[in-house]
């Protein structure tokens, strides 16, 4: 589905009835790496799942935007699609723009659902690495993008069937959209102080040998929020949600079942 947000095109899967889930995506993908949890919810959950802004089907700002630009233009497709409140899932940068939702509209969200991700801000040595993607970004296109990330994202690296869909997905990517969201994430805010303020209920989820957000920061994660579980994934590097979705969805479907029951 289309909708006009800020004059921008802008793409949303929306799937299912009953109680909202808001799905994030990581970088560089788009809503479609949410195609296994979309499946697994819909029959009893409203499943949301945009193009988060210059990804997928959702065209790029002209100008810089930050993580909490992407929060605005959330909160509004929640305007627009009438939903007061929304348990919300963010994977990886889907988590920064969670934590940018969370700092905007707390009491929007009954429900956190935070897979792969972190709250600490990019070091120097991050920033960098960011800014050098960006310039790649621009001279090579998004191949630059999939050629530095398939590695980390999958354990069975490049060659597989998964592999060759992701990065087919990666290619198809507006490169200015890439570029932006990679500045944004090397300037997002710190939110480790945020954690303990969090009052939903929380999931975090992590990946056994997730390289880009290791157990051990996830599971410090978990400690610090007031209410939250921790669930690992096993055998899987940093894109668990496509590469053992059943545990995923076992996770998940575990963790809304009880918060509505
Ligand atoms: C992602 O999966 O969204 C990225 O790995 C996040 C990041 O680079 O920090």
Known sequence: MFTTIHGLKTFYEERGSGPAVLLLHGFP????????????????????????RGFGQSEPHKDLITLEHMADELLLLLDQLQVEKAVLAGFSMGGYAAFSLLRKAPNRFNGLILANTRPDADPLEGQINRMKMAAS??????????????????????????????????NGMSPLGLVHASLAMAFRKDSTELLSTIQAPTLVIGGEKDSITPPSIMKKMADSIPNATYSEIKDSAHLTVREHPDQVNKAITDFLNHLHS
Do not use: C, F, T
């Open 29 to 52: 993908l788009d809503h479609r790496m949410w195609q296994e949890q979309i499946s697994a919810l819909e029959s009893n959950y409203r499943v949301i799942a945009p193009d988060l």
């Open 137 to 170: 970004l621009l001279e090579q296109g998004p191949q630059a993008a999939s050629k530095a990330m398939i590695p980390k994202l999958l354990s069975e690296g490049e060659g597989s069937g998964l592999a060759s869909e992701i990065q087919d997905q990666i």
